[in-house]
Nanobody, 125 residues
Framework: QVQLVESGGGLFQAVGSLRLSCAAS????????MGWFRQAPVKEREFVAV????????RYIDSVKGRFTISRDNAKNTVYLQMNSLKSEDTAVYYC??????????????????WGQGTQVTVSS
């Protein structure tokens, strides 16, 4: 069983920055690829970014490329999402998720086995 806890959300100004963290309670964090998803009001949950177990592979949705960076620290059992140049359309609940395919760069939420409870990010313009 993997427990994931996101943190770092809140209210932010457009063009600002923030970093989300997701701490995993698991013995073998490096066994998982880790993804970030988000769900805005009245929209479906969408993929944001994913990182392989060793951090060498990443994938992003087009709308965040060049603005967001996913990273991980396996020694701390934590995955991060650095969000720069914030836009109002980034407002959403952000979720981290763990994929047992540690080499996977999956964008579909069905591929992920464990989910956090989410953290709200609100960007005001």
């Amino acid at each position: 069983q993997v427990q994931l806890v996101e943190s770092g959300g809140g209210l932010f100004q457009a063009v600002g920055s923030l970093r989300l963290s997701c701490a995993a309670s698991v013995r073998t964090f490096s066994s998982y690829a880790m993804g970030w998803f988000r769900q805005a009001p009245v929209k479906e949950r969408e993929f944001v970014a994913v990182i392989t177990w060793n951090g060498r592979g990443t994938r992003y949705i087009d709308s965040v490329k060049g603005r967001f960076t996913i990273s991980r620290d396996n020694a701390k059992n934590t995955v991060y999402l650095q969000m720069n140049s914030l836009k109002s359309e980034d407002t959403a609940v952000y979720y981290c998720a763990a994929d047992t395919d540690r080499w996977g760069l999956n964008q579909g939420d069905h591929a992920y086995d464990y989910w956090g409870q989410g953290t709200q990010v609100t960007v005001s313009s």
